[in-house]
């Protein structure tokens, strides 16, 4: 299942804490978070790499969609 | 090169600058400081008359420049905001309070402990206790809400407002106020502070480096990625402070520092409890203030009207310790904080959803 966050316009380090919470509950989930700046798009890659996840980041425009999957 | 790469030689940069620029002639420990210099500048607008406190350092200014012109050159610039600008208008005020009850932003605290203060010690556990603080709430779901774009003009006006500062600092007009005598009156050249501002305002753009992130990526995931510049301002502050005789270990006799441990760690509490309401230490703001991050600027507003304050109603410190105002403001502050945490904690209420409803549609 494709769980979905948008995490858009939110200060450090409520981004990496959204993504913490999803990938505590349903780990085994894909999950796409939806970000629009590069300082919370870094910090959950680093987050969600580090926590031994397969992360890839698409730019949308403006904002950056970043797929993590186990 | 990589990120962390990146952010360990941002730190190292930040921390030599620091202590050259002490040697090039600021005051001692404060080579560069958020707190320090944005009181400063309150002072050379002549929004308090503390008259050995007044100058416009060029360094704050540069910082927000600095991320402004790397920004925009890297496409991250974005005018953004509509989270809270009130509310982090009053944090980044008591932000101030405590910073200047300290004696130091929690950049200066590191330089301070660099240079062998130990009464940056009790400051350290407090900043740190103060962001730990702050997390309960974030944890529990605070958040000042989403920020969103805007006409790109909204943010070059913090960018602007730098400009203009550098630009009286260098016309000097006569309602302009530069101290005689002071920690105000020590000042690196122009051109140098301004370059290191520059510097580091760039550098600090490209880590994100940040003083309360660093230890609160800790507390939170586990991460000493932001850390590591902490480490590196220290460490060359450190290797320059002993490579040029400046490191003196001990309590007594600390430039522009006061040994009153409990006001050196509730003072860095507050600082650390404010940065973490506010997502980034003052350097932070400044930094965000360059990209665009309008809420950042109205954070930076609240920490000059926090300056003025301090100082017009005897609140910051001296190298004499804190009186009863700092204490009353620190603790006020600490209360206030505490209550706008609370009171921005997003509540869930259950809402049991009923498929056939027995209630009545129409009347």
């Known amino acids: 299942m494709l769980k979905k966050l948008d995490a858009r316009g939110f200060s450090c380090p409520i981004p990496v804490m959204m993504t913490k919470k999803a990938l505590d509950e349903s780990p085994d989930e894909h999950l796409e978070v939806l970000v629009d700046n590069p300082t919370a798009r870094d910090n959950i890659f680093r987050y969600a790499k580090n926590s031994g996840f397969k992360v890839e980041i698409i730019e949308a425009g403006e904002d950056f969609i970043i797929k993590i999957t186990r | 090169m990589d990120q962390k790469k990146i952010v360990i030689f941002s730190g190292i940069a930040v921390g030599a600058l620091a202590v050259l620029l002490t040697l090039l002639g600021n005051p001692p420990n404060m080579g560069i400081c958020g707190a320090c210099f944005i009181r400063d500048i309150a002072g050379a607008l002549g929004l308090h008359r503390a008259e050995i406190v007044q100058y416009l350092r060029p360094e704050i200014p540069g910082f927000i420049l600095g991320s402004f012109i790397i920004s925009l050159f890297s496409g991250e610039f974005r005018a953004r905001g509509g989270s809270a600008p009130l509310t982090r208008f009053v944090i980044g005020f008591f932000v101030m309070v405590g910073a200047l009850v300290f004696l130091g932003c929690p950049l200066r605290m590191v330089l301070r402990l660099a240079a062998g203060d130990l009464n940056a010690v009790p400051a350290f556990f407090g900043f740190a206790a103060g962001i730990y603080y702050g997390l ?222 027995s209630y009545a549609k129409e009347a």
């Open chain 2, 136 to 357: 309960f709430f974030i944890k529990k779901g605070y958040s000042l809400g989403r920020s969103y774009k805007m006409p790109q003009g909204n943010g070059y006006i913090m960018p602007a407002f730098a400009f203009v500062l550098l630009v009286l600092a260098v016309l000097a007009p006569s309602f302009i106020f530069f101290s005689e005598k002071g920690p105000g009156s020590m000042r690196a050249p122009f051109l140098a502070a301004l370059a290191a501002g520059l510097i580091v305002g760039m550098a600090a753009q490209r880590s994100r480096l940040c003083m309360q992130g660093g230890i609160r990526d800790i507390f939170l995931l586990r991460d000493f990625h932001l850390f590591s510049g902490f480490i590196g301002i220290f460490l060359a502050a450190l290797t320059l402070n002993l490579a040029f005789g400046k490191f003196q270990l001990g309590f007594a006799n600390q430039p522009i520092a006061h040994s009153m441990h409990l006001w050196n760690f509730l003072g860095m509490f507050l600082v650390g409890f404010g940065s973490a309401l506010l997502g980034g230490c003052p350097l932070r703001q400044c930094i965000l203030a360059g990209e665009g991050d309008t809420d950042a600027g109205m954070a930076l507003l609240g920490m000059i009207a926090g300056a003025a304050f301090s100082h017009n109603f005897g609140i910051a410190a001296s190298a004499n310790g804190v009186g009863i105002n700092s204490q009353v403001a620190v603790v006020l502050g600490i209360i206030l904080l505490s209550f706008i945490a609370v009171s921005n904690m997003a509540f869930e209420i259950p809402v049991r959803k009923e498929r056939n409803s």
